[in-house]
């Protein structure tokens, strides 16, 4: 049982430079979420979605963009990447009324 | 404005001693608590959690107490180990919608 996976795991880029960050589970979840975690910030909610074809702004979305491609995966992307977005990034996911399970999390430098 | 605040940002015990981690809230429409535990490299996994009906919560050595009126919630582990040493982030939400989270703590148990 894979749970939430998440790819890829590390990855480095230029100022400007795009890219998305891909997440799948695996746990027939409705919901699905993107953090960032940065030191001494805790998991800050980029974007979420509550169901298939649904999104909505979390925390700290500027600068990101997400699609619910289907109900098992959830992208974010980046346009235009800047150093201040330099961070790990976690995906989760949940079904109804229970917690959050967490993906390995991807590490982004960008430089 | 962060939802949920944490302290201590770090945390050291000796093996076999208590660690205490806090966490307070504002929003009186929380009604889940959880705590999370995470491992370098990890994503986040669920500890335990409390609902705002109960004041104490306890699963082997880990402890929630809950207190409503001041709106503060805390993480005992007694007789903490090495094995502990890990990052612990307190969260909170309403209806499990949006999960918001502390900064995290950062606990080392010392051999």
């Known amino acids: 049982n894979a749970g939430v996976t998440q790819t890829p795991k590390f990855q480095v880029l230029k100022t400007g430079q795009s890219m998305t960050l891909q997440c799948a589970q695996d746990m027939n979840h409705n919901s699905m979420y993107w953090y960032r975690q940065d030191p001494g910030m805790g998991l800050r909610l980029i974007y979420y979605?509550?169901?298939?074809?649904?999104?909505d702004k979390g925390e700290v979305p500027n600068g990101y963009n997400v699609s619910r491609l289907n109900k098992r995966e959830f992208s974010l992307r980046l346009e235009s990447a800047a150093p201040s977005q330099t961070s790990v990034y976690f995906c989760?996911?949940?079904?109804?009324?229970?917690?959050?399970?967490f993906g390995q999390g991807t590490r982004l430098t960008v430089v | 404005q962060q939802q949920v605040k944490q302290s201590p940002q770090s945390l050291i015990v000796q093996k076999g001693g208590i660690s205490i981690i806090n966490c307070a809230y504002e929003n009186t429409a929380f009604d889940y608590f959880p705590w999370y535990q995470q491992f370098p490299g990890k994503g986040p996994a669920l500890l335990i959690a409390i609902r705002p009906d109960v004041s104490e919560k306890k699963e082997g050595r880990f402890t929630i107490s809950f207190n409503k009126s001041a709106k503060q919630f805390s993480l005992h582990i007694m007789d903490s180990q090495p094995g502990d040493s890990a990052t612990y982030f307190c969260?909170?939400?309403?209806?499990?919608?949006?999960?918001?989270f502390g900064s995290g703590t950062k606990l080392n148990v010392k051999p």
């Open positions: 989760a996911s949940r079904a109804v009324n229970t917690e959050a399970f």
């Open positions: 979605s509550a169901s298939e074809g649904t999104t």
């Open positions: 969260a909170a939400t309403s209806n499990f919608n949006k999960f918001y």
